[in-house]
């Protein structure tokens, strides 16, 4: 049963039988932070997390912006991962573009910096970086844990990017369950939210 009515127009039970599977667990707001962390609410109740940045605006220009995760005992934030980076460049002027292609610099080799999910990211008034981050079974202790990303930024130029990232961290045998995201220079506003998927 979807709902159920009481004769006079009045339905019950709407939530409960209209439940999607993508539930919000955590808003958090930042305003001139220097980091923003989930410390809790990552474990085994859900095989599959997302994370949404939005509008994310960096006090210092050209900021690059990045996320890494750690284990419960863990503090650091500096997982061993490999990662991928591909992006697409467009300007406003059209002077200058960049199809979409394999970015060396930005990728890691089982590397424990924190990851690039958008580059040289402007601080303008009206400057942000927006996407969405997947984590794949981040509690499970039998496999790798695996990651993407997609976000759109307006770079310094100005110009569009588009970037692609995937990879995983090479532990099989803890969970993890935190995760941090921050500019690598300066503090920045904006708003990220953590789902759960069932």
């Given at each position: 049963t979807l709902w159920t009515s009481d004769g006079s127009g009045n339905l019950s039970s709407v939530n409960a039988g209209l439940k999607g599977n993508l539930l919000l667990l955590n808003t958090t707001n930042a305003t001139d932070q220097a980091s923003v962390s989930f410390t809790s609410g990552i474990d085994s109740t859900y095989d599959l997390y997302m994370f949404k940045f939005i509008d994310v605006n960096p006090a210092t220009n050209s900021a690059n912006w990045t996320f890494q995760m750690d284990i419960a005992s863990g503090s650091?934030?500096?997982?061993?991962?490999?990662?991928?980076f591909f992006r697409a460049l467009h300007s406003e002027d059209d002077t200058s573009t960049a199809t979409l292609g394999?970015?060396?610099?930005?990728?890691?080799?089982?590397?424990?910096?924190f990851q690039i999910l958008?580059?040289?990211?402007?601080?303008?008034?009206?400057?942000?970086?927006?996407?969405?981050l997947f984590l794949f079974s981040p509690s499970n202790t039998s496999?790798?844990?695996?990651?993407?990303?997609r976000s759109?930024?307006?770079?310094?130029?100005?110009l569009t990017s588009d970037v692609f990232v995937a990879g995983y961290w090479?532990?099989?045998?803890?969970?993890?369950?935190?995760?941090?995201?921050?500019?690598?220079?300066?503090?920045?506003?904006?708003?990220?939210?953590?789902?759960?998927?069932?």
């Open positions: 650091s934030y500096n997982q061993t991962m490999t990662s991928t394999y970015d060396t610099g930005n990728d890691q080799q089982q590397g424990t910096g958008a580059q040289n990211v402007m601080n303008d008034a009206d400057a942000s970086v927006c996407g969405e496999f790798i844990k695996r990651f993407c990303a759109g930024a307006m770079r310094t130029g100005p090479t532990t099989s045998t803890a969970a993890l369950t935190k995760i941090q995201f921050k500019f690598d220079s300066g503090n920045f506003d904006g708003t990220i939210k953590m789902y759960g998927l069932l």
